[in-house]
């Protein structure tokens, strides 16, 4: 069973970019489907980006689509997210999750979880 990390968050101000890391033990990420999510206080925990087992297809939120950019790394086991121009709005716990299922934007597909990382972005 891979565990996840993550990594790479912090207080920044808007228009500023962080790159959140997620690294993985045990397996190869190729067979998984990854994805970020994210949840500010009071809200639910929502979809970011993710992408698909093999192809590495990527999808978005509509609501960071041209600003954040998920890639992954099959060498070193991990999958990152560039976030950049970060707005208020982008403030929450940032989650890294994997899957063995297809790929999906719910939260409920995906079996294994990060610990998280708090971005915080401030006006």
């Known amino acids: 069973q891979v565990q996840l990390v993550e990594s790479g968050g912090g207080l920044v101000q808007a228009g500023d970019s962080l790159r959140l890391s997620c690294a993985a033990s045990g397996r190869t990420l190729t067979n998984y489907a990854m994805a970020w999510f994210r949840q500010a206080p009071g809200k639910e925990r929502e979809f970011v980006a993710g992408?698909?087992?093999?192809?590495?297809?990527?999808y978005y939120a509509n609501s960071v689509k041209g600003r954040f950019t998920i890639s992954r790394d099959n060498a070193e086991k991990t999958v990152y997210l560039q976030m950049n121009s970060l707005k208020p709005e982008d403030t929450a716990v940032y989650y890294c999750a994997a899957s063995t299922r297809i790929f999906s934007r719910s939260s409920s597909n995906y079996a294994i979880w990060g610990q998280g990382t708090q971005v915080t972005v401030s006006s």
């Open positions: 992408l698909t087992q093999i192809d590495a297809n990527t």
